[in-house]
Every structure is written in C-alpha cells, then in structure tokens.
C-alpha cells in the first residue's frame, strides 16, 4: 500500500503499462528460457494483471459503465460505455485491457484460467472495452502515443461494419482534438477491413 497520493497514482497508472510491456516481450518469445516455461510466464503475467484489475482504487475505476443493449444501441453505438473521471485511471485501464487481450491472443494451448470471470478470458471483451474507452475520450492532455497505438491494436479486432465505421470516426476525432497525423496506420485499418475503396 503507498501512502503518497502521487505514488499511488503513479503505481496504478503505470503499472498496467509495465505490464503491457512484458505481454509485448513475451508475445515475441523474448527472454524465455528453458527454466521458466512460457506457460508459467503467462499465467504470471495475467495473474498480475487481474490483482491490479481487483485492488485498484476506487479513483481507477468508471465513474460510468452502461453495457450495451442490442435493443436500445442504435448504429451509433457499437460498444459500451466505459468513462472515466481522471486521465490516470483512463490510461490505467486502457492499458490493462490491452495487456489481456495481447495475452489470451498468445495463451499456451496448455493454460486454464478457470479462475477468472468468463468475461475476462474473451479477448473481444478487452478488444470492446479498449475501443470504448478510447472512443470517449475527448480531453487533450490524456491521450499519448500508447494509448493511440492501444485503440489501433483493439481496432483491429473489430469485425462489424457498424464497429469500424464508429472507429473511424473516433480516430478522425483524436486527429482533430491532438493533431496526429494516424493516415497512414488508418489505411491499414481499412485495407484489414476491405474498406480501401471508400473515401
């Protein structure tokens, strides 16, 4: 437990991106050795990942999280609503599920995870939620170059159209809130698509 509101800020915030980071690592099969088989290297790292999902504070937590009604969501809303009240907690989050979904789109043939919510263990959960996150956020300061490249990571999961089209809307909105220039990487989301033909 950190005493510091600062500190504490600061563990929760970056911690999911450590995290993130060594999901990277060991997607590539970097640093794995014959003493610690990849399977015990991945349930460590999502076992971490669900103890700073359960014990984060209640500042890294949504304020709001509405799920999504088949019957209600119009073509307008393709994923829930997951907001947050600080950029730490957004950013912490956003993160977190990224992480997850890198590892259960690399889980050994061999690992249970009979532990965890079953919502947890669906990459297209994570996938949602990342979209969602970043979809609705609309403030400036909070958005960095990892964030960016965590809603392209999720994007490209999305299979409906109506999910793609709401994507591409919010990255035409982060071009307008910071400023980025993501064209390029966007034109691959299209081509992964099939969308190449549309303007």
């Known amino acids: 437990m950190v005493a510091d509101p600062y500190e504490m800020v600061f563990y929760y915030a970056y911690r999911p991106l450590w995290l993130c980071a060594k999901a990277i690592h060991f997607m590539h099969n970097d640093g794995i050795s014959p ?46 609503v997951v907001l947050f009240a600080n950029g730490a907690g957004l950013f912490g989050n956003q993160l977190y599920h990224t992480a997850m979904l890198l590892l259960l789109h690399n889980k050994p043939r061999t690992a249970r995870i009979t532990d965890f919510q079953s919502a947890a263990v669906s990459p297209l959960w994570h996938a949602q939620r990342v979209c969602s996150i970043a979809l609705h956020n609309d403030r400036r300061e909070c958005w960095d170059p990892c964030l960016l490249a965590s809603f392209f990571v999720a994007a490209r999961r999305m299979t409906h159209e109506s999910q793609q089209q ?34």
């Not at 460590?44 to 009604?69: G, I, K, T």
């Not at 709401?166 to 809130?177: A, H, K, P, Q, S």
Request: charge should be negative; glycine fraction near 6%; aromatic fraction near 10%.
């Open 35 to 80: 003493d610690r088989p990849p399977l015990h290297t991945w349930m460590q790292l999502v076992e971490e990942l669900e103890q700073w999902y359960r014990e984060r504070p209640q500042e890294f937590q949504p304020m709001l999280e509405l799920e999504m009604d088949d019957r209600l969501a119009g073509p307008e809303r393709s994923f829930p």
């Open 166 to 199: 709401e994507v591409l809307r919010g990255f035409d909105r982060i071009r307008t809130v910071t400023g980025w220039n993501a064209h390029d990487s966007v034109q691959g989301l299209r081509a992964e698509w099939g969308l190449l033909d549309e303007t």
